[in-house]
């Protein structure tokens, strides 16, 4: 085979060379992508798993303050009543002494 002969295989398969290092080009250059893209989405499913947790504790500690101040709404309506009672009484004592 002569350099004549050399030159114009390569010159004749240049054509599928350059395009078989396009499509490894681009395959590699896509496959950088999905492995970038794949680790954003590990650290985006982190943060929204941490997310949830803190939203679960935040509903739980919610329950325990709404549960608290149901527990003290009572205690100062028991409050309200009893000094509404002592008051009645002491206004209806008032009424019943005489005036000095």
Known sequence: ???????????????QLMGIFAIIW?????????????????????????FEATQQQQALQLARIEESLSGIK???????????ERSRIQHHNE??????
Do not use: C
Not at 37 to 48: G, K, M, Q, W, Y
Not at 74 to 84: P, V
Not at 95 to 100: A, E, L, V
């Open 1 to 15: 085979m002569t350099d004549s002969e050399l030159f114009q295989a390569v010159r004749s398969g240049w054509p």
């Open 74 to 84: 009572l205690t100062l309506d028991r409050i309200y009543t009893q000094m509404s």
């Open 26 to 50: 681009w395959s590699r250059k896509i496959d950088l992508k999905v492995k970038d893209h794949a680790s954003r989405l590990d650290r985006h499913e982190n943060r929204l798993t941490h």
């Open 95 to 100: 009424r019943t002494i005489p005036p000095r």
